[in-house]
C-alpha cells in the first residue's frame, strides 16, 4: 500500500471521530470558526440543513449563521463547508499543501498546522 492509499485508509477508518473532533472545535468556537467562510460555503452549509436564506453578502451569510444555526446543527453544517477542503486535503497529502495559499483562500484557522 502507498502512502496516498494509506492516508486515505486512515482516514476511513478514523472519519466519524475526526468530524465528531472537528464539529465540536467549531461549536465550541463558533464565531471564530465561521469568520473565514465564504458565500458560498455558507450556502452548503445551510443547504445541508435544509435551509435557504438569502446570503447577500459574506458578512450577512456569517450573521445568519451565528443566529439561525442551533447548537445542535452546527457539527453537521461544519461537516458540510468543510468536506471538500478535507477532501483535497487528502488528495494532495501535506507536501502538497501550500499554507500562504490556503491562508488566503481557506483562511489562517482551517489552514493552520499544530
Known sequence: MNDHDQ??????ANA???????GDYATSNWNTA???LSKTEFAEGFAA???KPQLKTDSHAR???AQKI????RPIFWK???RAFVQYLLEIGVLGWP??????????SRSETK
Open 63 to 65: 450573521r445568519e449563521a
Open 7 to 12: 492516508r486515505i485508509q486512515i482516514y476511513i
Open 34 to 36: 465561521i469568520q473565514e
Open 99 to 108: 499554507p500562504i495559499e490556503y491562508a488566503k483562500q481557506y483562511g489562517n
Open 70 to 73: 442551533s447548537l445542535a446543527d
Open 80 to 82: 458540510a463547508v468543510n
Open 49 to 51: 440543513l435544509q435551509l
Open 16 to 22: 466519524g471521530e475526526f468530524w465528531e473532533a472537528y
